[in-house]
Antibody, heavy 119, light 107 residues
Framework: QVQLVESGGGVVQPGRSLRLSCAAS????????MHWVRQAPGMGLEWVSV????????DYADSVKGRFTISRDNSKNTLDLQMNSLRGDDTAVYYC????????????WGQGALVTVSS | DIQMTQSPSSLSASVGDRVTITCQAS??????LGWYQQKPGKAPKRLIY???SLQSGLPSRFSGSGSGTEFTLTISSLQPEDFATYYC?????????FGGGTKVEIK
């Protein structure tokens, strides 16, 4: 079955960096568009970033543009999110999610990784 | 950006009740809408895609309808396992946006 497993979460000070990873299995990773979605404690869902199946196209929410970078390694079936200049309002559970095409909704989700930005 | 207005933000219902949740898009999104269920501490799970298609393996008490700007998720007979928070997601254009969520609680 499809598994998306996030790793790399933790506690980080404001202004520092953190890198999240998502390992995919059970799906044809090289054909799927991949996303990051986050959820602040007690809040709703917020889309963060997308990368096309071949990595050529990326897009970001305004709230993270210029600070976060999404990337993928199709040879390893992994998705990454490099998060720089972290702020308190970046504190959230970060989910990786897949969509069959660039214009589709999310079909599979990981279990989430908690990122806490605090001094 | 497309804004998704979801209502109600919460509701109380009994087992067996019919429940309706709506999402309104700030501009037309065709049928580019999904519905998700999230239980505490868990990842969201897709219920409906393309506004009205039921995700494989899910019970038929869940249904979706709508197109353009007005969308509805209906649970025809609420079951104990359906108490959760529900979100709509528009995937017509980036940035993708979610509705604010509807928490369905036990009456």
């Amino acid at each position: 079955q499809v598994q998306l497993v996030e790793s790399g979460g933790g506690v980080v000070q404001p202004g520092r960096s953190l890198r999240l990873s998502c390992a995919a299995s059970g799906l044809s990773f090289t054909t799927y568009t991949m996303h990051w979605v986050r959820q602040a404690p007690g809040m709703g869902l917020e889309w963060v970033s997308v990368i096309s199946y071949n990595g050529r196209f990326q897009d970001y929410a305004d709230s993270v543009k210029g600070r976060f970078t999404i990337s993928r390694d199709n040879s390893k079936n992994t998705l990454d999110l490099q998060m720089n200049s972290l702020r308190g309002d970046d504190t959230a559970v970060y989910y990786c999610a897949s969509s069959y095409n660039f214009g589709d909704s999310f079909d599979y989700w990981g279990q989430g990784a908690l990122v806490t930005v605090s001094s | 950006d497309i804004q998704m207005t979801q209502s109600p933000s919460s509701l109380s219902a009994s087992v067996g009740d019919r429940v309706t949740i709506t999402c309104q898009a700030s501009q037309g999104i065709r049928n580019d809408l999904g519905w998700y269920q999230q239980k505490p501490g868990k990842a969201p799970k897709r219920l409906i895609y393309a506004a009205s298609s039921l995700q494989s393996g899910l019970p038929s008490r869940f249904s979706g309808s709508g197109s353009g700007t007005e969308f509805t998720l209906t649970i025809s007979s609420l079951q104990p396992e359906d108490f959760a928070t529900y979100y709509c997601l528009q995937h017509n254009s980036y940035p993708l946006t979610f509705g604010g969520g509807t928490k369905v609680e036990i009456k």
